[in-house]
């Protein structure tokens, strides 16, 4: 039921976004009678658990708001010079859903979260540095691999320029020192390698079923509104990112993961590392698209040969026995080198992260 999955959504940002915690109560509490929020989410009563509608709501009013017009509910909103009073929080959205009703039902039936979060680049570097190291191991080279990066569901590709990004790392640079986009990755524990080598994408690629382009206003107002509205440090980030991707542009083809990869991965190729990454895409891919994926992954392993290697790196949210629900872990699979690691752990938009190494099974 909706308003359950509501529930589940104000859950996981509980801690972190209390602005969209109270939002997502409220209107779950609102569907359950019957209000505005039934009418907005009409034809999403069905949707998947892992679409989470509740997401797709809070963005709609978030891009509402971000657009100017709903200025009594913008005082809430940080990320437009407001401060949130969660007492009066409700009261002043109800008002903007009955006025813009249609429109927010459009935004949330036809959109998919689209969460492209530039903080996955900082476990996706020190993966990609930990790979390419191993695989040169494995081929018994001394330079390691340059990469040819293959992302699937890349959003607007934010992350398609993790060497691009000043990362530091105790005091110390990593990545583009000379970057205008700055991170601090704030990890526990190193990656397995050393991370200031410098790290070469001789190609970059991604796909998506519904790529955004961020090279326009429209591009950007829509990744924005994703973010959660009470974290200014993600939206300034996501604001950095965007800069930067105008700067090297990458362009997202459209495309299912597995038609696409099943495109690029057609021929091995020599001297360089090819890696598969995705990040928090496998539940909102339907059960056909991730069984094709895997049979094109496995096909394409198998013709991996030491000096035209195949790796997987991915950061998805993984059911474990010790974390009640999820743990979000990044994982690396290399062949034919059979290396299966999972790498670490962290938050869901990357930062923080605990580089910690154990066989993935
Ligand atoms: C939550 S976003 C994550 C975006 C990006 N990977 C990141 O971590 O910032 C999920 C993305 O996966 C895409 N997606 C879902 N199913 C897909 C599929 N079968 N093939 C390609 N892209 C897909 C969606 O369109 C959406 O852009």
Redo the contacts with the bound molecule.
């Keep these: 039921m909706l308003a359950e999955l509501f529930l589940d959504a104000s859950r996981a940002c509980r801690v972190h976004s209390p602005l969209t915690h109270t939002l997502l109560v409220s209107a779950a509490d609102d569907l359950t009678r019957g209000g505005v929020t039934a009418r907005v989410m009409a034809g999403a009563q069905c949707d998947r658990h892992g679409t989470v509608p509740g997401l797709r709501f809070a963005g709609a009013l978030h891009r509402l708001v971000l657009e100017g017009r709903a200025p009594a509910l913008a005082r809430h909103y940080p990320t437009v010079g407001g401060e949130p009073d969660l007492g009066r929080l409700w009261d002043d959205a109800l008002p903007v859903l009955e006025e813009h009703a249609d429109e927010l039902r459009f935004l949330v039936t036809s959109t998919?979260?689209?969460?492209?979060?530039p903080g996955?680049s900082a476990p996706l570097f020190g993966g990609l540095q930990t790979a390419t190291h191993l695989a040169a191991a494995e081929a018994g080279r001394r330079a390691t691999f340059p990469v040819r990066l293959l992302?699937?569901?890349?959003?607007g590709g934010?992350?398609l320029r993790p060497h691009r990004i000043a990362y530091v790392v105790d005091g110390v640079a990593a990545g583009d020192p000379g970057s205008p986009f700055e991170l601090d990755p704030k990890w526990t524990g190193r990656p397995p390698v050393d991370v200031r080598h410098p790290l070469r994408l001789v190609r970059r690629a991604g796909?998506?079923?519904?790529p955004v382009d961020v090279t326009t206003e429209d591009g950007r107002l829509h990744l924005s509104s994703f973010v959660w509205a009470d974290q200014l440090h993600r939206f300034r980030r996501l604001q950095a990112a965007i800069d930067l991707a105008r700067l090297d542009p990458v362009p997202v083809q459209r495309a299912?993961?597995p038609e696409w990869l099943a495109d690029q991965l057609a021929q091995p190729e020599r001297d360089v590392l090819t890696v598969v990454w995705?990040?928090?895409?496998w539940q909102?891919?339907?059960p056909a698209?991730r069984a094709m994926g895997r049979a094109i992954l496995a096909d394409a392993a198998a013709r991996a040969t030491p000096q035209a290697p195949l790796a997987l790196l991915v950061y998805e949210p993984r059911r474990t026995h010790r974390t009640d629900p999820y743990e979000f872990q990044l994982l690396l699979k290399l062949w034919p080198a059979g290396v299966s690691l999972r790498l670490g752990s962290g938050a869901g938009h990357g930062i923080p992260f605990t580089w910690d190494t154990a066989p993935w099974t």
Aim: hydrophobic residues 30%; glycine residues 8%.
């Design positions: 998919v979260v689209q969460t492209n979060e996955r992302e699937v569901g890349a959003s934010l992350n796909c998506d079923l519904d299912t993961g995705h990040s928090v895409v909102y891919a339907s698209d």
